[in-house]
Nanobody
């Protein structure tokens, strides 16, 4: 089992940047595929980005390609989402998630593969 705690959210102006971090407990962090999702008020939770166990494979929602970068440090049990050129439509609660097992990248965006979720961190982008 793994516990996830997100941090780094906040209020930023349009065009600004934020760096979200997810700290994971447990000694098997390196075996998990890690993902970031977001949920805006009144909307479904949607996939943002994911990274495989080694960090060698990443996968992004089309809407964030070129703006967001996911990375991980298995020695520190952390996964990071670097976000640039933020827009008001990026406002949401951003959640970190962990999936145990091996999946092909085209499955990384599926919520059902993620067994563990953090509480989320609020990102608000003002216009």
């Amino acid at each position: 089992q793994v516990q996830l705690v997100e941090s780094g959210g906040g209020l930023v102006q349009a065009g600004g940047s934020l760096r979200l971090s997810c700290a994971a407990s447990g000694r098997t962090f390196s075996s998990y595929t890690m993902g970031w999702f977001r949920q805006a008020p009144g909307k479904e939770r949607e996939f943002v980005a994911a990274i495989n166990w080694s960090g060698g494979v990443t996968y992004y929602a089309d809407s964030v390609k070129g703006r967001f970068t996911i990375s991980r440090d298995n020695a520190k049990n952390t996964v990071v989402l670097q976000m640039i050129s933020l827009r008001p439509e990026h406002t949401a609660v951003y959640l970190c998630a962990a999936a145990r097992g091996i999946y092909s990248p085209n499955n990384y965006g599926k919520r059902e593969i993620y067994a563990y979720w953090g509480q989320g961190t609020q990102v608000t982008v003002s216009s």
